[in-house]
């Protein structure tokens, strides 16, 4: 069991299975809500309510379509009527049941719903486990961009089952490969060569699970080190929002924006030469994009509106080396004018 402050992160083979115990742990309520999506409720929602049940919880559960384009506040305020007409109460507790969407819209509901509610995180997908369900970041996309609201709110359970991953199609298995990756490129580079050899593992999953809690304990509110965290993802949410949230998953935009970033840190001169090319086959070998699908300006002026902008200037994510991060200010005026296809 890893600690991350309040939270206690299980990452086990059949974890599911003692999730039960681990919310009577978090609640002295005996009711619990359940928030998931058609692409997982019909395969695990029953068997969670079972396991809960059996514990002595009355479980409702509230679904909706899978997909970013419903990590709305139209959605959150779906599930805050739903909790309401349900009488839920403070000492009731919220339990996400799938992969990053749910878990960032359950995370912003428990945060908010009666200024804050228990909740244990199930993370079914790859990118959820390695990432998403970890560190306690929820939140909602506006038009504007991608998580534009949102809150820091730890999940005091985190249940990570890689079991679970054994129904996901090899699509959304390659794009929780590119979070992996991520915490290779700036923390590991050891974790990259791993990667190289054996995919993905139980061992590979703690690793990232353990670079996560390290770093939100140091950081838990994104003011430093933890933006390291970030790398590939300022041009990945322009890419998403370019492509209105339907066209990219987040993996496959992550994995061009980490591309994108190595061949920017090439050009200006802080980032060890051959990294992008090295990155680009890891990324390559699981099937993962690295070319960018729009025009570089149309990308460059999205990301002005990033939320990482600070005191006028854009932090971006660069490497000094496989396995080294580092966060670059940029004014708008450098950002608007980078140009990685000159020569």
């Known amino acids: 069991m890893l600690k991350l402050k309040q939270s206690e992160i299980l990452i086990e083979n059949g974890a599911i299975n003692h999730a039960g115990e681990l919310l009577s742990q978090i609640t002295k309520s005996n009711r619990c809500a359940v928030v998931s999506d058609t692409n997982v409720a019909p395969l695990y929602l029953d068997k969670l309510k079972s396991i809960l049940r059996s514990a002595g919880f009355t479980v409702v559960s509230y679904i909706i379509p899978a997909g970013e384009a419903s990590k709305t506040l139209a959605t959150v305020e779906k599930i805050y009527t739903f909790l309401a007409n349900e009488n839920f109460i403070k000492t009731d507790a919220i339990i996400a049941l799938g992969g990053g969407v749910i878990g960032d819209i359950t995370g912003f509901v428990a945060a908010t719903y009666l200024r804050g509610i228990s909740s244990m995180q199930i993370p079914t997908s790859l990118l959820a486990q390695v990432d998403s369900s970890v560190g306690g970041k929820c939140g909602v996309d506006l038009p504007a961009g991608k998580n534009m609201v949102g809150a820091f709110h730890q999940p005091l359970r985190v249940v990570i089952d890689p079991d679970l991953l054994t129904t996901l199609p090899e699509h959304f298995v390659a794009d929780g490969m590119a979070e992996v990756i991520k915490y290779g490129a700036i923390f590991d580079e050891q974790l990259l060569e791993k990667i190289e050899k054996e995919k993905i593992s139980t061992d590979i999953i703690r690793a990232c699970v353990t670079h996560k809690r390290d770093v939100v304990v140091r950081d838990e509110f994104d003011n430093g080190e933890r933006m390291l965290l970030n790398f590939g993802h300022t041009a990945a949410h322009s890419i998403e929002a370019i492509g209105n949230y339907t066209k990219h998953t987040h993996g496959f935009a992550v994995s061009i924006g980490m591309i994108y970033a190595a061949r920017l840190g090439e050009k200006l001169g802080l980032t060890e030469s051959g990294t992008a090319l090295r990155l680009a086959n890891i990324l390559k070998s699981v099937g993962l994009p690295t070319e960018l699908p729009y025009e570089e300006k149309a990308i460059l002026e999205h990301m002005l509106n990033d939320k990482k902008m600070r005191n006028g200037k ?23 004018n980078f140009n990685t296809c000159e020569e």
């Open 314 to 336: 854009l932090n971006i994510i660069l490497l000094d080396r496989l396995g080294l991060g580092k966060i670059v200010p940029f004014s708008p005026d450098e950002v608007i």
